[in-house]
């Protein structure tokens, strides 16, 4: 069963009091390269809810946690997933029954998130073009700039891109691509709920995310090992 927890306004100083939800780890497909090495969600306040998710101590299946997007205010900016991943089978496809629903609960909503899950796996493209082309923007997270390239050259969604923790000004891809730096992480006067740049399935521009948190070291070191393979 994907267990699934929904805040109905978090007091997460990056996202804005907007709602957001978290998945449980089972959700997380094993290709991600951050798992138990430097996952931001792994830090001490998000982990100890994620933990709970997981367990299943906290949130409520996925039909009921549906049910509840639907009841949203048309227009509602909303996060999915602050931790955890698309619904999968436990081998990195997504689920697209629960997706289908997922999308189904937002059509009027402007939920935004983000997966690791290969699109080239089964039907997981298709989904997530799916997914975008019905309003609910799903951003591919690439581990480098070059990566990230390879995503954004099949045009199925938006891409966003993990970086060192020193990068902090705007940048490009191997192949020119524009890196614009998530705002929220560099000023404190910026959130998710002011930016809405993440929820723009139109953008041009990748977004980038520099390592932060209490495993940015454990991060930068998954990037340069992932970039090896």
């Known amino acids: 069963m994907t267990q699934v927890h929904l805040t109905l306004k ?4 990056k996202t804005g009091a907007i709602p957001v939800s978290t998945t449980g780890r089972a959700s997380c497909p094993t290709s991600c390269p951050f798992q138990a090495a430097g996952c931001y969600a792994d830090n ?17 299946d996925w039909a009921t946690f549906c049910n509840t997007i639907t009841t949203l205010p048309d227009g509602q900016l909303w996060r999915h997933n602050q931790a955890g991943d698309l619904p999968q089978d436990g081998h990195g496809r997504i689920d697209g029954h629960l997706m289908g629903y997922l999308v189904a609960a ?36 690439a581990n480098t ?21 020193t990068q902090t000004t705007n940048t490009t891809t191997p ?29 041009k521009v990748i977004v980038g ?21």
């Open 209 to 229: 995310f520099p390592a932060h948190g209490s495993g940015a070291k454990k991060a930068e070191q998954a990037i340069t090992f992932w970039s090896k393979k």
């Open 175 to 203: 192949q020119g691509r524009p890196i614009v730096i998530c705002p929220a992480t560099t000023r404190d006067d910026v959130t998710c709920e002011s930016c809405q740049l993440c929820a723009r399935v139109d953008r």
């Open 44 to 60: 001490y306040g998000l982990n100890f809810l994620w933990n709970r998710v997981t367990n299943g101590t906290a949130g409520t």
């Open 145 to 165: 700039p070059a990566h990230a390239d390879t995503l954004a050259a099949l045009e199925i969604a938006p891409v966003v891109v993990v970086l060192p923790s």
């Open 106 to 141: 937002n059509i009027g909503k402007r939920g935004f998130t983000y997966t690791h899950h290969a699109p080239e796996l089964g039907d997981n493209a298709k989904y997530i073009k799916g997914a975008n082309d019905w309003g609910f923007t799903v951003n591919l997270s």
């Open 10 to 13: 978090s007091s997460n100083v």
